[in-house]
């Protein structure tokens, strides 16, 4: 059974500073996914990778996966409170049907 | 596209009662994904449907929950009777697989009490 583990579970800071977010596996996958997630609404996609070692941005976001594809990393610069939120990753081992999602980082960005 | 849609967004009902929850994909998405989520136990996967065929159904919980999806617009989980233990948000996600790398789109989820 895959299992995701993201670190930290929780991560509260103030405005402006940086943070990085985790999430590890011992298994490879074929792509890993992030999504945020904002009270009352359902997950929303920011990201996939799919390449070893590829790094991709969105705006203040850098996102990296693993040389190995078996972990990736979210790195968010000069965060503001529009960042908080529950940062989830999800892996896949096959590039049809599910996906595993790690428990989260919840993140509070206090102004 | 309107996105995943699903009702109701609210759910309040008494022990023993039962519940249905309804979800519209997204149009040309072929797989549809039920989930629950607690505090304690996360995002779980309760099944998952290709084409309308149920593909892998050991994430529900027991026998009381069921799922349908009898056509490429619409699916349905129930819950009979419902317990207090069953309270949670219940999300539906849809993809399209085929160069899609299993990316999920989400509805907003229907939150469910269960006095």
């Known amino acids: 059974t895959q299992l995701l583990e993201q670190s930290p579970q929780f991560l509260s800071i103030q405005e402006g500073e940086n943070l990085t977010v985790y999430c590890n596996s011992s298994s490879v996958f074929s792509s890993l996914q992030w999504y945020r997630q904002e009270p009352g609404e359902g997950p929303v996609l920011l990201v996939t990778?799919?390449?070893?070692?590829e790094v991709k941005k969105l705006k203040r976001l850098t996102f990296q996966f693993g040389d190995a594809r078996k972990d990736s990393s979210l790195h968010i610069t000069a965060a503001q409170p529009g960042d908080t939120g529950l940062y989830l990753c999800?892996?896949?081992?096959?590039?049809?049907?599910?996906?595993?999602f790690g428990d989260g980082t919840t993140l509070t960005v206090k102004p | 596209d309107a996105g995943v849609i699903q009702s109701p967004r609210h759910e309040v009902t008494e022990m023993g009662q039962e519940v249905t929850l309804r979800c519209k994909p997204i149009?040309?998405?072929?797989?549809l994904f039920w989930y629950r989520q607690t505090m304690m136990r996360g995002l779980e996967l309760l099944i998952y449907?290709?084409?309308?065929?149920?593909?892998?159904d050991s994430g529900m919980p027991e026998d009381r929950f069921s799922a349908k999806m009898p056509n490429a617009s619409f699916s349905t989980l129930k819950i009979q009777p419902s317990e207090p233990r069953d309270s949670a948000v219940y999300f539906c996600?849809?993809?399209?697989?085929?160069?899609?790398?299993?990316?999920?789109?989400f509805g907003p989820g229907t939150r469910l009490t269960v006095l």
């Open positions: 999800a892996g896949a081992e096959t590039n049809a049907g599910k996906s595993t």
């Open positions: 449907f290709n084409n309308n065929v149920p593909i892998d």
């Open positions: 990778v799919v390449t070893g070692g």
């Open positions: 996600a849809s993809s399209l697989i085929g160069g899609a790398h299993n990316e999920q789109f």
């Open positions: 149009s040309g998405h072929d797989y």
